[in-house]
Each structure stands twice: as C-alpha cells, then as structure tokens.
Nanobody, 127 residues
C-alpha cells in the first residue's frame, strides 16, 4: 500500500529553519499533485505548499511565500519542505499529502482532493 512518512520536524527559535521530508513507499510512486498541509490545535487544516508533478509548478500559501520552498527528489521518492524564517504562527502539525487526480491549479490547497496522507510531523516555534 502507498505510504507517506514525514520526518524532520522539531523545535526551533523564531527565525530558525527546518527541512521536512516526506518519504513515499509502497506502490504508486507517481502522483499528479503533492502538497504540505498544516494544522494547529483548534484550527482547520490548511495547504502550505504544493507541487504539480511533471510540470514541477509550485504553489504556496501567501503566508509562507518567500520563506518556504517545496521540492521533490524523484530518485529518493521524497518530497521536501524547506522552511526558513520560521515564526510562532508556523507552529503546527505538518502533513504530507498526495493525489492521483488531475486538478485545477486553484484546487491545489483543497484537502478533499488528496487521498493519501502521512501521519504528520510536529513543528514547534518558540518566540
């Protein structure tokens, strides 16, 4: 079965950096879209960054533009999220997600279009 496993979370001071990884295992290594979502306690899960496989187009939430970078290494079956200049509001559980569906670009951040999810990795940012 397809599995997504996140790693790289941790605790950092405001202004620090973290690099999250999402390793894909099992069958079906190709997806139309892959993305990172995050969810803080008491809040909805929101899309942070997405990538369209093939074209490698990337998408970002306004709140993380110019600070976060989403990339993937096909040879390692791994998706990454480089997070710089972290702020307390970035603290959340971060989830890796993947979809086999072909979506409109405007739908990249819609969680209902993703059928595969990791268990999440915690990111804590202290002020």
């Amino acid at each position: 079965q397809v599995q997504l496993v996140e790693s790289g979370g941790g605790s950092v001071q405001a202004g620090g950096s973290l690099r999250l990884s999402c390793r894909v295992s099992g069958y079906g290594y190709s997806f139309a879209y892959m993305a990172w979502f995050r969810q803080a306690p008491g809040k909805d899960r929101e899309g942070v960054a997405g990538i369209r496989t093939g074209t490698e187009s990337t998408y970002y939430a306004d709140s993380v533009k110019d600070r976060f970078t989403i990339t993937r290494d096909n040879a390692k079956n791994t998706l990454y999220l480089q997070m710089n200049s972290l702020q307390p509001e970035d603290a959340a559980m971060y989830y890796c997600a993947a979809s086999r569906l072909t979506l409109f670009e405007s739908n990249w951040s819609q969680r209902t279009f993703y059928m595969y999810w990791g268990q999440g990795t915690q990111v804590t940012v202290s002020s």
